[in-house]
């Protein structure tokens, strides 16, 4: 078992557990990405962004940019939610200005009841970044470990790449049920069994990111992406080498059931830029952790109306109390146009607000 240096900065974890806390922790998803311009020349170095996203060493370098630049209180590796599909044969690859594509779809009868969870050890890679990162964090604040949902990796896996309309996908959840169900359970026991091992390799929290399951009519949402987040959260280790490992699920575009989410056993919600915090709070506060939600196009705006946002934000989710956890974040992926002192802006701007409101409550 890796031996790693004791957390100086465990805000993000207490919040997630809905504990006090001095302030609200803040961290984004993407927050290693394209918007930092030492993103840009790492990735220029490796070549390709699987070659950035396969090498632990460059894997690390891109994690910890963000985490030199700005005060956050979480790093989340860097990866890609598609490892788990290319590691089951499919070939992923990527065509620039197009995103990700698989050489090999899942559209019939013969492939779908030929998938196999992976072998992990086509993920190793993954693993040992997670380890390096850990090690090269030194303790400054917890690693997020994570992964894409079994509905939302079923989508890819069926269209073959991103899609506007997951015509393809959802023609076979009505028409082929069957071959449905079997996809998303292979891919919920892969999806646990990932996540399991990212958690052994030194992940502090995991989160499962369902960037699709807005796409679903109420009714299929439940069938067929909940129930197969529920199984996930079911197998995972909830503590690891004596520290309780909290877990996120965040479905975009899942405002409507943020009931149903909150009671499928995470300890946060991912909320996106559509819920209002303050009724999502009233609806599941006390059950759960809320995470969000900043319209991420609010960092285009000038310094005086991000901290405007901010502040709104934070007034609607309102002072944390008894069994309540908030950790601040984007409603969605920040864009790589983002100018980078905006997110200086926004980081100040929670941290300085969210201490002045416990001050006042």
Not at 40 to 69: H, M, W
Not at 83 to 98: H, I, K
Request: contains cysteine.
């Amino acid at each position: 078992m890796p031996i790693f240096a004791p957390l100086q900065n465990d805000t993000f974890l207490r919040a997630l557990q809905r504990q006090p806390t001095a302030y609200t922790p803040v961290w984004l998803m993407r927050q290693a990405g394209r918007y930092l311009p030492e993103y840009r020349a790492t990735r220029q170095r490796a070549g390709s962004f699987l070659g950035l996203a396969k090498n632990p060493d460059y894997a690390t370098e891109v994690t910890l940019q963000p985490i030199d630049r700005y005060p956050l209180d979480a790093a989340i590796l860097f990866s890609d939610i598609l490892t788990v599909p290319d590691a089951m044969g499919l070939g992923l690859y990527f065509v620039d200005g197009e995103g990700p594509k698989f050489e090999r779809t899942l559209r019939d009868e013969q492939s779908v009841m030929a998938l196999r969870a992976p072998d992990l050890s086509n993920l190793q890679y993954v693993f040992d970044a997670v380890t390096q990162i850990r090690r090269e964090l030194n303790g400054r604040v917890p690693l997020i470990g994570f992964s894409g949902s079994p509905w939302t990796l079923a989508c890819y896996m069926v269209e073959g790449g991103g899609s506007d309309d997951y015509r393809t996908v959802k023609s076979m959840l009505y028409q082929r049920p069957d071959l449905m169900h079997r996809i998303l359970e292979t891919n919920a026991q892969a999806v646990a069994a990932y996540l399991n091992a990212q958690i052994e390799a030194g992940a502090q929290a995991v989160m499962i990111f369902d960037s699709w399951g807005g796409a679903l009519a109420d009714g299929a949402y439940q069938q067929f992406s909940l129930a197969y987040m529920k199984q996930v959260m079911g197998q995972l280790k909830r503590s690891h080498d004596g520290q309780p490992i909290p877990a996120i699920c965040f479905t975009k575009g899942g405002g409507l059931w943020l009931e149903q989410i909150a009671a499928i056993g995470c300890d946060a919600v991912g909320l996106d830029w559509t819920v209002n915090l303050a009724r999502a709070r009233a609806l599941v506060g006390d059950q759960v952790a809320l995470q969000g939600n900043l319209d991420p196009v609010v960092l285009f705006a000038g310094a005086a109306q991000i901290e405007a946002e901010v502040a709104k934000a934070l007034a609607s989710f309102g002072a944390p109390g008894a069994n309540s956890g908030h950790v601040f974040n984007l409603g969605h992926g920040i864009s790589q146009y983002t100018p980078p002192e905006a997110v200086a802006t926004m980081v100040e701007a929670v941290h300085a607000l969210s201490r002045t409101m416990r001050r006042a409550a």
